[in-house]
C-alpha cells in the first residue's frame, strides 16, 4: 500500500505511536530470548555436572549409559541454542543512508515496515530457541531420572550379602580384620 506524502503526513502521530510500540515489542522480544539463552546456560551446566558425577560412581551398565546418552542430548541441544541466527535489529548506518534525507513521515513508514520484517523473523528464532530449550529439559529430567535409577540399582546388589537378602553388606570398620 502506497501512500501519497499528504497522506503519510496526516498519519505522522500515527506511524510515531505504531514505531514506538514495535520498537517497544523487540526489546521485549530480545529480552524473552536472553533469558532463554540463561536458561540453556543452567541446563547445559546442570548436565555436564550430573553426567561427571555419574561418572565418578560405580553404575548399572544399562540404565547408567542411557543416562549419559540423556545428558550429551541435553547439552549439544543446550549448546545448540546459542548457535542460532542471532536476532536481527536495525542497522543504523542503512536507515540514515536510505531514509536520512527522507520527510519524517516515510521514514517512519520505512522503520516500521522494517522492524516488523525484523520482528517476524526474531520471532522464528526465539521459537526454534525455546523448543530446543524444551528439549534439553526433558533430556536432563529423564537423564536425573535414569541416573537416579542406575545408582540405586547397583547400589542395592552390593548392599545384600549371598543368603541375607535385604540385610546390608558389612562395612570395613564392621568385619574383624587382624591388625
Not at 532463554?36 to 561427571?52: C, E, I, L, P, S
Not at 540399582?153 to 570395613?172: N, R, V
Amino acid at each position: 500500500m502506497t501512500m501519497t506524502p499528504q497522506e503519510l503526513q496526516e498519519r505522522e502521530s500515527n506511524l510515531e505511536l505504531i514505531n514506538s510500540e514495535i520498537a517497544s515489542r523487540m526489546a521485549r522480544q530480545s529480552e524473552a530470548g536472553a533469558k532463554v539463552d540463561t536458561k540453556a546456560v543452567f541446563v547445559v551446566g546442570f548436565a555436564a555436572t550430573a553426567a561427571q558425577f555419574l561418572a565418578a560412581r560405580s553404575f548399572e551398565p544399562y540404565s547408567g549409559t542411557a543416562a549419559f546418552v540423556a545428558y550429551a542430548v541435553a547439552i549439544s541441544v543446550g549448546i545448540s541454542i546459542f548457535n542460532l541466527a542471532k536476532y536481527e535489529d536495525i542497522d543504523p548506518r542503512k536507515v540514515l543512508d536510505a531514509h536520512g534525507r527522507e520527510e519524517k513521515a516515510a521514514t517512519l513508514m520505512a522503520l516500521a515496515a522494517t522492524r516488523v520484517t525484523m520482528f517476524e523473523t526474531n520471532s522464528q528464532v526465539h521459537e526454534r530457541k525455546t523448543k530446543r530449550w524444551a528439549i534439553s529439559l526433558a533430556a536432563i529430567t529423564v537423564g536425573i531420572c535414569l541416573s537416579t535409577v542406575s545408582i540405586v540399582l547397583h547400589t542395592g546388589e552390593h548392599d545384600q550379602q549371598p543368603g541375607k537378602p535385604g540385610e546390608p553388606a558389612p562395612t570395613a570398620s564392621s568385619s574383624t580384620q587382624p591388625h
